[in-house]
Each structure stands twice: as structure tokens, then as C-alpha cells.
Nanobody, 118 residues
Framework: QVQLVESGGGLVQAGGSLRLSCAAS????????MGWYRQAPGKQREVVANISRGGSTNYADSVRDRFTISRDNAKNTVYLQMNRLKPEDTAVYYC????????????WGQGTQVTVSS
């Protein structure tokens, strides 16, 4: 099993920055790609960014050029650097990890709140 624990959320003014961290523990050799999702009140959960085990990244159009995802495989940790935050970035941010080997499975963290005030 894999456990994911997020940290780094909080309240920030528009234009500010936050850095989220997600530490994985347990059977971490099972982890392949990792990513961040978010869910705002009344909306569906959406992908923010993901990163492969080798470091290839993908971003949602809404955050590209403002957010940067990175990972440290030695520490089993993925990060999300969020710059130039906007009120519409307000959401609960969830860490996600995909299992490398069959059967396919996704692990989720408990979520961390990010609130951007205008």
C-alpha cells in the first residue's frame, strides 16, 4: 500500500505564491506517475499537473506558465510550486499517484486547502 500526505496549503493574496508538497510512504516502488488535482466548491475534480517517474510533465491550460510540478524520487515526494495565484485557483488540492504495475490503481492524498483572496 501507498500513503500520500499533502502539506503547504493555506491562505494567500492574489498574485502570491504557495508550494505544495506530497510525501509518499509505504510500498513506494509501486509508484509511477504522480500529479496534482483540485476541486473547487460545486465543481468536479480536475487535473492540475502531472509528472512521470522520468520527469516528463503536463499542465492544465489554466495553470501553465504559473505552476511548476517537480518530484524527488529519492524522497518519494512531489511538489507543486504555484506562482501568480488567482482567486479562481481556490480549491482543495489532492495529490495523486499511479501504480506502476498491473493491476492499475490510483492512490490519493487527503487534500489540502488553498484559498486565494482577491
Amino acid at each position: 500500500q501507498v500513503q500520500l500526505v499533502e502539506s503547504g496549503g493555506g491562505l494567500v493574496q492574489a498574485g502570491g505564491s504557495l508550494r505544495l508538497s506530497c510525501a509518499a510512504s509505504g510500498t513506494t516502488f509501486l509508484i509511477g506517475a504522480m500529479g496534482w488535482y483540485r476541486q473547487a466548491p460545486g465543481k468536479q475534480r480536475e487535473v492540475v499537473a502531472n509528472i512521470s517517474r522520468g520527469g516528463s510533465t503536463n499542465y492544465a491550460d489554466s495553470v501553465r506558465d504559473r505552476f511548476t510540478i517537480s518530484r524527488d524520487n529519492a524522497k518519494n515526494t512531489v511538489y507543486l510550486q504555484m506562482n501568480r495565484l488567482k482567486p479562481e485557483d481556490t480549491a482543495v488540492y489532492y495529490c495523486n499517484a499511479e501504480r506502476r504495475f498491473p493491476p492499475s490503481y490510483e492512490y490519493w492524498g487527503q487534500g489540502t486547502q488553498v484559498t486565494v483572496s482577491s
